[in-house]
C-alpha cells in the first residue's frame, strides 16, 4: 500500500498496479531520474524559454503590428500588445541578432525539453488524476506546460523546416500558444525554484517522487546523461547556427532549410525565400516599357516613374542585410537606390516624412502589402533600392525595385514594389 502513490507498489485507489502499467511506480526504473538531474535540466530551459519568450515577443513588435492591419498578424492580441513600441532602425543587424538568437536557441534546446519531459515523465501517470481542487488545477497547469512547451516547439520548427506551414496561421498559433505555455512555466517555476536551488546546492538530493521505488542497475552515471543531452544540443547548434553566415559557415547549417546549399553566385548570390516564380511576377510586368512605379503622397498629389526616372534621382547606398523570421539572415549587401525619404519629398513631405503604405506586385505569398512607420522612412539608409552588390537586382531579389529597411524583417523589405503611399497612417 502507498501513501503518495509515487513510492510503492500498488495504485492510489489501494488496488496493486501490475508492473507493466506506467501507472504502477515501479514500471519506472531507470536510476538516473530524480530531482537533481529534473532541477538541473529545468535550470537550462528557465533561462532558455526566458530567452525563447523575450525575442519571440521582440520578433512580434518588429512587425509594426499597431501601424497598420496589414503588417499585424494577431490582430486579435488584445491587452497582449501592451508591451509594442515602435521597431528601431538602430543597430542595422537588430532583427537579425534576434531572430537568429530565437530559432538557433529554440532548436538547440530540443534535448534539453525532450530530456525534461523523460526525467519526469512518471509524474504524468499519477492516480487518481485529481485527488482534490488544488491538484486538479495543477494537473491542468501541467498539462498547460508540457502540452504548450511541445506545442511551441513543433510549429516552430515545423515552420522553419517546411516554410510556411501554416501560412498566416503560424504567427496566430505560435503567440497565443506563447502566452498560454509561458503562464504554465511561470507557475512552474515559481513552485519549483525552491527545489531545484536546494538541489543543486547541495550534494544529497531531496526525497522526491521521482526517485524510482524499484531501480534497474544504471548504464550511465547522471552526469553522463547531462553531458549527452549537452552534446545533443550542440550537434543541433552547430548544424544550424551557420544559416546566420555566408559562405562556408552557410553549408555547415545542415539542418537548416536555408542552409547547406549555395544559394548560387555572383552580386545576386544570397539567400531569398521567395522566387520571383513562387511570387507570380511575369516578366511583362516589370520590363522597362511596362513597370512603373506609383508614389503617392500629400493632397493627393500622385506621380508615376519609370525605373529609368528612378535612375535620375540622387542615388544612395546602404550596407544592411536580410533577416527572415524564420533565422536565417544574410551578412551586409551593397544597395543603392533612391531613399525612401527623397521619394516622399517629391509627393509633398520635403520635411518629417511619414509613414508608407507599400504595395507589391506578388502575387503568392504573405506581405504583399505593408506599412513602414515614419521612424523606418526617415532613416537615410532606407531606399528603394535598384541595385544590389554592383549590379541590377535580380528578378528573384525584386526587380524592378525593392525595398530595404534597417533592422526591419526580411518581409517588411517588400520586393516587386507597384506603389507607395506616404501619409499617416
Ligand atoms: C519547458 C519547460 C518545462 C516543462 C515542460 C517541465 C515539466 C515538468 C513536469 C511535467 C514536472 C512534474 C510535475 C510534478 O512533479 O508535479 C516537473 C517537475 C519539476 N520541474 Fe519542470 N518543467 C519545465 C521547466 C522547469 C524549470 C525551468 C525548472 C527550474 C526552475 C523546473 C524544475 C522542476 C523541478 C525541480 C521539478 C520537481 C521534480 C520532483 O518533484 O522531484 N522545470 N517539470
Known amino acids: 500500500m502507498v501513501r503518495d502513490g509515487y513510492s510503492g507498489s500498488a495504485s492510489a485507489y489501494g488496488r496493486p498496479m501490475p508492473r507493466s502499467s506506467p501507472f504502477s511506480p515501479s514500471f519506472w526504473r531507470s536510476p538516473l531520474r530524480g530531482p537533481w538531474l529534473t532541477s538541473w535540466l529545468g535550470v537550462v530551459l528557465l533561462g532558455g524559454i526566458t530567452v525563447l519568450f523575450v525575442t519571440g515577443l521582440v520578433s512580434y513588435a518588429a512587425y509594426n503590428p499597431n501601424l497598420s492591419p496589414v503588417n499585424d498578424q494577431t490582430p486579435d492580441k488584445g491587452i497582449l500588445g501592451f508591451y509594442l513600441f515602435p521597431w528601431p532602425t538602430d543597430p542595422h543587424w537588430l532583427y537579425r541578432l534576434n531572430q537568429g538568437v530565437h530559432v538557433t536557441l529554440g532548436i538547440t534546446l530540443i534535448p534539453v525539453l525532450l530530456a525534461k519531459l523523460w526525467s519526469v515523465v512518471p509524474r504524468l501517470f499519477t492516480l487518481p488524476p485529481a485527488r482534490s481542487l488544488a491538484h486538479a488545477l495543477e494537473r491542468i497547469s501541467l498539462l498547460l506546460l508540457v502540452g504548450g512547451a511541445l506545442f511551441e516547439f513543433v510549429t516552430g520548427v515545423l515552420n522553419v523546416q517546411l516554410d510556411y506551414i501554416f501560412p498566416g496561421s503560424f504567427y496566430t498559433l505560435h503567440f497565443y500558444g506563447a502566452w498560454v505555455f509561458f503562464a504554465a512555466f511561470v507557475a512552474h517555476v515559481a513552485l519549483k525554484l525552491p527545489m531545484t536551488l536546494r538541489n543543486l546546492r547541495q550534494l544529497r538530493e531531496e526525497r522526491s517522487g521521482l526517485v524510482p521505488a524499484d531501480p534497474a542497475e544504471p ?207
Not at 224 to 252: E, P
Not at 345 to 363: I, K, M, N, T, W
Open 219 to 425: 548504464t550511465v552515471s547522471r552526469r553522463g546523461a547531462l553531458w549527452f543531452v549537452g552534446g545533443g544540443s550542440l550537434l543541433l547548434f552547430v548544424t544550424t547556427v551557420g544559416q546566420n553566415f555566408d559562405g562556408a559557415l552557410r553549408r555547415t547549417a545542415l539542418l537548416a532549410p536555408h542552409g547547406g546549399a549555395e544559394p548560387g553566385s555572383g552580386p545576386g548570390g544570397f539567400q531569398i525565400n521567395k522566387t520571383a516564380a513562387y511570387a507570380g511576377i511575369r516578366e511583362s510586368e516589370t520590363s522597362a516599357e511596362a513597370w512603373r512605379l506609383v508614389v503617392e503622397g500629400r493632397d493627393g498629389r500622385r506621380v508615376r516613374l519609370s525605373r529609368a526616372d528612378l535612375l535620375d534621382l540622387p542615388l544612395r547606398s546602404a550596407a544592411l542585410p536580410i533577416a527572415c523570421v524564420e533565422g536565417w539572415s544574410t551578412s551586409d549587401q551593397w544597395w543603392r537606390g533612391v531613399r525612401l525619404r527623397d521619394l516622399a519629398a517629391l509627393v509633398g513631405y520635403a520635411e518629417d516624412p511619414p509613414d508608407v503604405f507599400v504595395e507589391s506586385l506578388q502575387r503568392r505569398g504573405a506581405f504583399r502589402r505593408s506599412a513602414l512607420r515614419a521612424n523606418q522612412v526617415a532613416d537615410s539608409r532606407s531606399l528603394l533600392a535598384l541595385f544590389v552588390n554592383g549590379e541590377d537586382l535580380t528578378p528573384d531579389h525584386g526587380y524592378p525595385a525593392r525595398v530595404i529597411v534597417p533592422a526591419a524583417p526580411g518581409v517588411l523589405n517588400t520586393k516587386w514594389v507597384a506603389r507607395l503611399t506616404f501619409g499617416d497612417l
